[in-house]
C-alpha cells in the first residue's frame, strides 16, 4: 500500500490537482460531465461505459491505492447511455491510514475534468428495522459522526478556488435531483426496494456496537457506513451537484442478545446481488441528465 503521503498536509495545492487532472485529460478524448464513484460491490457500473480508457489509480501522479477488497482501483473515463463520464471504480477511506482529504481528493480532479454532477454509492449497514437486505436508499442527508470530532476534509487553510471558507451541506444532496431519481425508481419498477433515509459515516474498520447503533438510531440515521460523506463535503465545496444511493447490505445489529455478526464478505455477496439493479438505475439517471429529461 502507498501510505506515504504527508500526513501533516490538510490537502494538495490548486496547482497539483490541476496537474493530475491535466494527466488524464492528455490521455483521453473524453470530457466528462458526470462522475460517478462505485462502492463496495458495485463496480460494475463501471463495466457499462463506452469506449472507456481506464486509468489504474497507481498510474496517476499523486493518486493513493485502494486497499479493500471490492474495490478494483482504477479511474474509467467513457460514455456512459451517452453521458459523458468519469468513474472511480474503488475509493479511498480513512481505516485504510489515508487523511479525509486524501479520501476525497479524487472529487476535485473530477471538477477539473469537468463534471457538474456527481453519483455516490456505496454499501451500508441498515439502521431502520423497516429496511431489508438488498435494499436501495436514496439519501436524502447525512450525519457526519468524524466531523463531530473535527475530522472534516476541509480543515485547515481554505483555498477560494475551490469555495467559501465555510459551506453550507443543510441541501448537500440535491432536492431536485432526488425528485429525478424517484422518477427513474419508478420507471424501471424498483419501487418495491427503493427507500429513502439519512445515511451516517463512522471511521471504521470495525463493525458497530450494539449501543452505538441504538445511539445513531436515536440521532435519526438510517444506515451507517465508512465513506461517502467526505466526498460529499468536498462536492459541495466546488459547488458540484450530489446524488448518493446506498445498498443495503446487511441489517445492524441491535439486539445484545443476538449472535449474528457484520461482515465485509456478507457486503460484497449482496452487492453482487444486487447490482444489477443499482447499475440499471445509475445508467437511467444518467441517460435523464444527459438529455436533461
Not at 489509480?57 to 474509467?76: A, D, Q, W
Not at 453550507?168 to 429513502?196: H, Q, W
Amino acid at each position: 500500500m502507498n501510505n506515504s503521503f504527508d500526513s501533516s498536509l490538510n490537502g494538495f495545492d490548486y496547482k497539483t490537482i490541476e496537474a493530475i487532472a491535466k494527466y488524464i485529460l492528455d490521455r483521453t478524448k473524453h470530457r466528462p460531465k458526470l462522475g460517478i464513484i462505485c462502492g463496495s460491490g458495485l463496480g460494475g457500473i463501471a463495466e457499462q461505459l463506452d469506449k472507456s480508457d481506464v486509468f489504474p489509480y497507481e498510474s496517476i501522479p499523486n493518486f493513493p491505492k485502494s486497499t479493500v477488497v471490492g474495490h478494483s482501483g482504477c479511474l474509467v473515463i467513457g460514455n456512459l447511455k451517452g453521458m459523458p463520464t468519469v468513474c472511480m471504480k474503488g475509493r479511498f477511506h480513512n481505516y485504510e491510514g489515508y487523511p479525509l482529504w486524501l479520501c476525497a481528493m479524487p472529487v476535485r480532479v473530477m471538477k477539473l475534468l469537468g463534471i457538474n454532477t456527481l453519483i455516490v454509492t456505496n454499501a451500508a449497514g441498515a439502521i431502520n428495522p423497516s429496511f431489508n437486505v438488498g435494499d436501495l436508499m436514496i439519501i436524502k442527508d447525512h450525519i457526519n459522526i468524524p466531523g463531530f470530532a473535527g475530522n472534516n476534509p476541509l480543515r485547515g487553510k481554505n483555498e477560494d478556488q475551490w469555495g467559501t471558507r465555510f459551506p453550507a451541506i443543510n441541501r448537500a444532496y440535491n432536492p431536485e435531483l432526488i425528485k429525478m431519481v424517484k422518477g427513474c425508481v419508478a420507471d424501471l419498477k424498483l419501487t418495491s426496494f427503493v427507500r429513502e433515509g439519512v445515511y451516517c459515516m463512522l471511521g471504521g474498520p470495525s463493525f458497530e456496537t450494539v449501543a452505538e447503533i441504538r445511539a445513531l438510531h436515536v440521532m435519526g440515521a438510517d444506515a451507517v457506513g465508512m465513506s461517502t460523506v467526505h466526498e460529499v463535503i468536498y462536492a459541495r465545496h466546488c459547488n458540484i451537484k450530489v446524488i448518493g444511493i446506498s445498498l443495503i447490505t446487511n441489517k445492524c445489529v441491535s439486539d445484545w442478545d443476538s449472535k449474528e455478526e457484520a461482515n465485509h464478505e456478507e457486503n460484497i455477496a449482496v452487492g453482487k446481488k444486487r447490482a444489477k439493479d443499482m447499475e440499471s438505475l445509475v445508467q437511467h439517471v444518467a441517460e435523464k441528465l444527459n438529455t436533461g429529461a
